[in-house]
């Protein structure tokens, strides 16, 4: 299995005290904390929500 390579960054007191408290409140490490906030923003900076459905539905002809 590939691992990627630890990052270490820099966080301001008032983003740290943010990240314990996401974590407090999930049961997670600071690591798997920094993760998950770190993919929620890429999903939401690059993911594109998936497109309406353009079926439309089926109305029967009343007889």
């Known amino acids: ?3 990627n ?3 270490t960054v820099q966080l301001s007191e ?3 005290r943010k990240v314990q408290q996401y974590a407090d ?3 997670l490490t600071l690591e798997q ?3 998950q906030l770190t ?3 890429i ?5 594109r929500p998936k497109a309406p459905s353009r079926v ?3 109305t029967p002809r009343a007889k």
Do not use: E
């Open 14 to 16: 008032a983003d740290a």
């Open 56 to 58: 439309l539905p089926f």
């Open 43 to 47: 999903q939401a900076r690059f993911v």
């Open 33 to 35: 904390a920094c993760t």
């Open 1 to 3: 299995m590939h691992t």
């Open 5 to 7: 390579p630890t990052t």
């Open 39 to 41: 993919q929620q923003g």
């Open 25 to 27: 409140q999930h049961g």
